[in-house]
């Protein structure tokens, strides 16, 4: 069988990091069995790319450094992990979660590469929780809001893992569906602040990304 592994080279508020990836998002679409356009959208393997939203979440982190060091930090749907990477390497204590195990394995590579292997990669899917209670002091994701059943469930996790005081940051791009799930996560017991809204261009994508943070009420 063909090696279409690749490595990215990205630069992530100014850090640079290497990531490896099986292949880009297209052709792993191509080799899915009988894709198709109404497929489910959990089968999509959109952790193989670096998402425009990562790019505020990773700068927001950065000038975040002195909150997050040494404190115990989870990220939802970490992907391909270069958030959590980035995180570990400004002295944050980092578990990252996904339920894709194909994107846990490059991600795993990719810690080792950059020299930060203190990562807690857990498989881990949202719906069925796993963490123990009211953990982690601050949680953040980048781009999980693309489908409004995935927000109910995601408010619960967040409930579960969340420390009494902690914050929350979300990034994600504005797509028409994003109007509806931010409104059914934020009815479940979150007030959100927006910290910074602006059009990223990444990789040739080009996307009006919001960064929110998001406490208990």
């Known amino acids: 069988m063909q090696d279409l592994s690749q490595v990215l080279n990205l630069k992530l508020a100014g850090h640079r990091l290497k990531l490896k990836r099986q292949a880009d998002l ?9 894709p198709s ?19 505020l979440l990773a700068e927001h982190l950065d000038r975040s450094r002195e909150l997050i060091r040494g404190r115990l930090c989870l990220e939802a749907g970490c992907g391909l992990g270069a958030t959590s990477i980035l995180a570990s390497r400004l002295g944050a204590r980092v578990v990252a979660v996904d339920m894709e195990p194909d994107a846990l394995v490059f991600a795993r590579q990719s810690a080792k590469a950059n020299n930060t292997p203190d990562v807690l990669w857990a498989g881990i899917d949202w719906k069925r929780g796993g963490l123990k209670k ?3 002091e601050f949680i953040w994701a980048a781009d999980v809001l693309y489908e409004t059943g995935f927000a109910l469930p995601l408010a619960g996790f967040f409930r579960n ?9 979300i990034a994600d791009q504005n797509r028409n569906v994003s109007a ?3 409104a059914r996560l934020l009815s479940q017991g979150f007030k959100a602040k927006e910290i910074e809204e602006r059009r990223v261009s990444w990789f040739g994508q080009k996307a009006s990304v919001r960064l929110v943070e998001l406490v208990r009420r």
């Open 26 to 34: 297209e052709t792993l679409w191509s080799g899915l069995e009988e």
């Open 37 to 55: 356009r109404d497929m489910d959208q959990e089968r999509i393997p959109y952790w193989a790319e670096v998402w425009p939203s990562s790019v």
């Open 134 to 136: 009211n953990l982690f």
């Open 161 to 169: 893992c969340l420390a009494p005081g902690g914050r929350i940051w």
């Open 180 to 182: 509806d799930t931010w």
